[in-house]
Nanobody, 122 residues
Framework: QVQLVESGGGLVQPGGSLRLSCAAS????????MGWYRQAPGKQRELVAA???????NYADSVKGRFTISRDNAKNTVYLQMNSLKPEDTAVYYC????????????????WGQGTQVTVSS
């Protein structure tokens, strides 16, 4: 019913930048919160950043001042600008969205993207 497609991952040197995008498509009535999570090998998935439908944001302490989350509601797309990347930012990054469907707008459903690899290494 709803697909989240991420793009923008890759290999970057320490101190470099990447911009992730995640576009939601399908039977969407509206989208509430959107966010980015990451999971490094051997670790639990953790919240990186989230943004409400009104634009309020929150970040993990480890990325504050380096990462910026934004969204384009008209395009159902969320972005993550990552600057000053560190080797410890290496992980698979997942997009998440809380979606109200056209056929059931009174319920909120949680969707995930397939993940995109970010590797920070010299």
């Amino acid at each position: 019913q709803v697909q989240l497609v991420e793009s923008g991952g890759g290999l970057v040197q320490p101190g470099g930048s990447l911009r992730l995008s995640c576009a939601a498509s399908g039977s969407i009535f509206s989208i509430n919160a959107m966010g980015w999570y990451r999971q490094a090998p051997g670790k639990q998935r953790e919240l990186v950043a989230a943004i409400s439908s009104g634009g309020s944001t929150n970040y993990a302490d480890s990325v504050k001042g380096r990462f910026t989350i934004s969204r384009d509601n008209a395009k159902n797309t969320v972005y993550l600008q990552m600057n000053s990347l560190k080797p410890e930012d290496t992980a698979v990054y997942y997009c998440n969205a809380d979606v109200y469907l056209r056929e059931a707008p009174e319920y909120e459903y949680d969707y995930w993207g397939q993940g995109t690899q970010v590797t920070v290494s010299s």
